[in-house]
C-alpha cells in the first residue's frame, strides 16, 4: 500500500516583479497512515507555501521547478478540477492561520458550516439538503466540545468568544 503523502524533491519558485523567489527547495517527506508530521521553521520559511502546495491552491505566480507531491500514490498535479472536489476538503484539508478571519461575518455559523456539508455532500456521502445540513452542523459543533450547539449554529462570527471556550 502506497504512504499517504509521499513528497519528492519538490522545489518552487514565487514569481515577482523583482524575478523568481527559491521559496521551496528540494523538500522530502513521507507521512504514512495513522502518523502525525510537525513541520517546524522560522516565519517566511515556506511551511505555509508548502501545505498550500499540497493541496494545489499555492501562489498564483508559484511554479513547480522538479518533483511531485503524491497523495495516496496519486500524483496531485495530474488531477483535473473535478478529481480535486473529491480530494480537496475531504480527505486533505487544512486549517488557515488566525482561522477566526476565515469565517464570514455576514453568515451565521450554521450557514458557513452548512455550505461546506453541501459543497462536499456528494463526495463524502452526507446528505445536504437543509434540515440534515443543520442537524449535521450540530453534531460538528457538538463533537469539537462547543455548548449548546443549536444556538451556535444560528449566532454570527462576532457573537463567539475567541476560541469559543467557555460559555461561547
Ligand atoms: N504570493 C506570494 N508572492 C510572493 N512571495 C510570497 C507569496 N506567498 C509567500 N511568499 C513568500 O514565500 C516565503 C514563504 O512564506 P510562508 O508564508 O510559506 O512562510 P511560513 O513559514 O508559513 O511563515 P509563518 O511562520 O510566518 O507563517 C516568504 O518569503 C514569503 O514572503
Ligand atoms: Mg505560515
Given at each position: 500500500?502506497?504512504?499517504?503523502?509521499?513528497?519528492?524533491?519538490?522545489?518552487?519558485?514565487?514569481?515577482?516583479?523583482?524575478?523568481?523567489?527559491?521559496?521551496?527547495?528540494?523538500?522530502?517527506?513521507?507521512?504514512?497512515?495513522?502518523?502525525?508530521?510537525?513541520?517546524?521553521?522560522?516565519?517566511?520559511?515556506?511551511?505555509?507555501?508548502?501545505?498550500?502546495?499540497?493541496?494545489?491552491?499555492?501562489?498564483?505566480?508559484?511554479?513547480?521547478?522538479?518533483?511531485?507531491?503524491?497523495?495516496?500514490?496519486?500524483?496531485?498535479?495530474?488531477?483535473s478540477d473535478v478529481e480535486?472536489?473529491?480530494?480537496?476538503?475531504?480527505?486533505?484539508?487544512?486549517?488557515?492561520?488566525?482561522?477566526?478571519?476565515?469565517?464570514?461575518?455576514?453568515?451565521?455559523?450554521?450557514?458557513?458550516?452548512?455550505?461546506?456539508?453541501?459543497?462536499?455532500?456528494?463526495?463524502?456521502?452526507?446528505?445536504?439538503?437543509?434540515?440534515?445540513?443543520?442537524?449535521?452542523?450540530?453534531?460538528?459543533?457538538?463533537?469539537?466540545?462547543?455548548?449548546?450547539?443549536?444556538?451556535?449554529?444560528?449566532?454570527?462570527?462576532?457573537?463567539?468568544?475567541?476560541?469559543?471556550?467557555?460559555?461561547?
Amino acid at each position: 500500500m502506497s504512504d499517504l503523502l509521499e513528497i519528492r524533491d519538490f522545489t518552487l519558485d514565487i514569481d515577482t516583479f523583482d524575478g523568481p523567489v527559491h521559496v521551496l527547495k528540494n523538500i522530502n517527506l513521507t507521512v504514512k497512515r495513522g502518523e502525525t508530521l510537525g513541520i517546524v521553521g522560522e516565519s517566511g520559511s515556506g511551511k505555509t507555501v508548502l501545505v498550500r502546495s499540497i493541496l494545489g491552491i499555492g501562489p498564483k505566480r508559484s511554479r513547480t521547478i522538479s518533483g511531485s507531491i503524491a497523495f495516496d500514490g496519486t500524483d496531485l498535479s495530474t488531477l483535473s478540477d473535478v478529481e480535486w472536489k473529491k480530494i480537496r476538503g475531504v480527505r486533505i484539508s487544512m486549517i488557515f492561520q488566525d482561522p477566526m478571519t476565515y469565517l464570514n461575518p455576514l453568515f451565521t455559523i450554521g450557514q458557513q458550516i452548512g455550505d461546506v456539508i453541501a459543497a462536499h455532500g456528494r463526495a463524502t456521502g452526507t446528505p445536504t439538503r437543509q434540515k440534515a445540513r443543520r442537524a449535521r452542523s450540530e453534531e460538528l459543533l457538538d463533537q469539537v466540545g462547543i455548548p449548546d450547539p443549536s444556538r451556535v449554529c444560528d449566532q454570527y462570527p462576532h457573537q463567539l468568544s475567541g476560541g469559543c471556550a467557555r460559555g461561547c
